[in-house]
């Protein structure tokens, strides 16, 4: 969305101005302490915002409004007017389902109401508190040698705060996303979900949820130890697909741990 740099800095002033206020009433209300209730990384991108090095955008501005208690339309005239705009093109706006911060008195307290966030393509700059993470994708192996799993370096991308992945103690390095397919995980995880991967986490623990490269096939299981170096790969819908165990050969030979799902994603 295109903003003139006058717009900008009367945006970051009127945000500031607001922050000063708030921050009179409750001297507990820091840059850091801001950024700690939006989900951000740090001071610095509430900082960025404040003094109008980055331009503000609807995510950001819905999350300022709800830890200080503002109306978004004293800050930004330009984003507040479309929340309720339904004609706006859907390519550029999409609504969700936001609830209100409650971590500090200054909240939001009314009722959950519908926000548009931004949608972003491959064109859009990063934020400053946000990483791309990219998918694992089945490849088809020269001369016959069947398939591998590997990551898609120059394909899609799922973007992710920082803030987030380091409360899951996840890397932004080691983590990457994959597509479930079929009703095997229902209905946990419906066909079409997406999974966030941690590969700095390969050990496997009875019960926690993996992807794993089984002979060239991405797959998305429960997985349990069985003596020997075995597994037990189980799925949710197990009536349709019941528990398969494999020895530890077989595993060592056919099976490979990508890493710990530590986040999915369901579209209805």
Same mark, same amino acid.
């Given at each position: ?135 694992? *994708?089945? $490849? %088809?192996? #020269? ?5 591998? +799993? ?7 991308? &799922? ?8 409360? *899951?103690? $996840? %890397?932004? #390095? ?5 597509? +479930? ?7 946990? &995880? ?79």
């Amino acid at each position: 969305m295109d903003i003139t740099p006058e717009i900008q800095q009367a945006e970051a002033a009127a945000l500031k101005a607001i922050m000063k206020a708030r921050k009179q009433a409750d001297a507990t209300l820091t840059q850091d302490r801001i950024a700690d209730l939006c989900g951000w990384s740090g001071q610095s991108v509430v900082s960025q915002y404040a003094n109008g090095k980055i331009p503000l955008n609807i995510p950001a501005l819905i999350k300022f409004s709800q830890v200080l208690n503002f109306d978004p339309m004293d800050v930004s005239p330009r984003l507040a007017k479309l929340f309720g705009d339904k004609s706006h093109p859907p390519s550029q706006i999409a609504y969700q389902l936001t609830r209100p911060a409650q971590e500090h008195p200054h909240a939001v307290t009314e009722h959950a109401a519908i926000y548009p966030i931004e949608v972003w393509d491959d064109d859009t700059p990063l934020g400053p508190d946000e990483v791309e993470l990219p998918f694992f *994708k089945e $490849v %088809e192996l #020269s001369a016959g040698k069947g398939s591998e +799993v590997m990551l898609e370096t120059s394909g899609r991308k &799922l973007r992710f705060g920082r803030r987030s992945l380091q409360r *899951k103690g $996840v %890397e932004p #390095s080691s983590a990457a996303c994959a597509a +479930v397919t079929g009703n095997s995980m229902e209905p946990v &995880l419906p066909d079409g979900s997406t999974v966030g991967i941690d590969t700095g986490r390969k050990q496997v623990q009875d019960g926690k949820m993996y992807a794993i490269d089984h002979a060239g096939q991405l797959r998305v299981k429960l997985l349990y130890r069985l003596p020997g170096g075995g597994l037990r790969v189980r799925s949710y819908n197990d009536t349709e697909h019941p528990d398969e165990r494999y020895e530890g050969e077989y595993v060592a030979e056919h099976i490979r741990v990508i890493g710990q799902v530590f986040w999915y994603s369901v579209l209805l």
